[in-house]
């Protein structure tokens, strides 16, 4: 009995250290920096200040990537908050690799949920603002990225359930 609860104790441990693997680092921007963060592509127009990143009038995409390590055992809630300063000439979107997301603009803070199933690999997630000269800032804060295990049927508890109805149905042919 011993042994059993510290293989499945075991195996909490493992799955919960997994949960927690490769989520977003200084999503908030506490550090006042980009620590964690690769800019895209290397500019002077962001910057992470009284913990918001904001990138200035930057004439095309360009943004913030981190590589992250999923598992299809898994599934993710992406969610962060963003904002321009105005509407008109501003766009944001986010990519998990080669998949694309827009995101609508707003002048006031928007918290944005995106969930997927991971797929067993290292995936890069990136954060791409676009603003026409003059239009102002983009400010984004909060990105985390969340894990939950998903429901799957494991093969011994079917086969325990499986043996618990042959038993009661033997029960049940000798009466």
């Not at 693997?21 to 200040?49: E, K, R, V």
């Not at 390590?69 to 501003?90: K, M, P, R, V």
């Not at 984004?140 to 079917?158: C, Q, R």
């Amino acid at each position: 009995m011993k042994m059993l609860k510290a293989a499945v104790a075991g195996l909490v441990l493992s799955a919960s250290s997994f949960a927690n693997a490769g989520m977003i680092t200084n999503g908030d921007f506490l550090t006042n920096n980009l620590t964690g963060w690769t800019t895209i592509p290397t500019s002077d127009y962001a910057t992470a200040s009284s913990g918001v990143f904001m990138t200035f009038d930057n004439n095309g995409l360009s943004g913030l990537s981190q590589e992250i390590t999923t598992s299809s055992l898994y599934s993710y809630e992406l969610t962060f908050d963003s904002y321009a300063s105005q509407i008109l000439g501003n766009e944001m979107e986010f990519r998990i690799d080669s998949d694309i997301f827009s995101v609508v603009t707003t002048t006031s803070w928007n918290t944005t949920t995106y969930n997927f199933i991971g797929t067993d690999s290292t995936n890069t997630l990136s954060f791409l603002f676009a603003t026409d000269p003059g239009t102002g800032v983009w400010n984004f804060d909060n990105a985390s990225l969340i894990a939950e295990l998903v429901a799957v049927p494991e093969p011994a508890t079917v086969a325990i359930f499986g043996l618990a109805l042959m038993g009661l149905a033997s029960r049940r042919f000798k009466k």
